[in-house]
Nanobody
């Protein structure tokens, strides 16, 4: 059974930075693409960033491109999201997710393609 545990959320002022971490267990971490999604109150869950299983390719939502960076350490079974120059509209619960298919050479943005999810971590950006 896969377990994903996020950490690193909190309150930050606009323009500030946070780093989220997601520790995975339960199956071979290095075989699966990973992604971060977020959900703001009253809105649907949206794709934020993704990284292929070996870390060779990364993908970002237009709204975070140039400000957020996704990375992974397969030796530590952990994926990260570095968030810089944060904006109030980044306020949301952030979830990490693991692709339901192994060794995909791309990152898919549809939430339905991910079969394992963390519990979420709250990120609040004050103006």
């Amino acid at each position: 059974q896969v377990q994903l545990v996020e950490s690193g959320g909190g309150l930050v002022q606009a323009g500030g930075s946070l780093r989220l971490s997601c520790a995975a267990s339960g199956r071979t971490f290095s075989s699966y693409a990973m992604a971060w999604f977020r959900q703001a109150p009253g809105k649907e869950r949206e794709f934020v960033a993704g990284i292929t299983h070996r870390g060779l390719r990364t993908y970002y939502a237009d709204s975070v491109k140039g400000r957020f960076t996704i990375s992974r350490d397969n030796a530590k079974n952990t994926v990260y999201l570095q968030m810089n120059t944060m904006k109030p509209e980044d306020t949301a619960v952030y979830y990490c997710a693991q692709d339901g298919s192994r060794w995909r050479s791309i990152v898919v943005r549809a939430a339905g393609e991910y079969d394992s999810w963390g519990q979420g971590t709250q990120v609040t950006v004050s103006s």
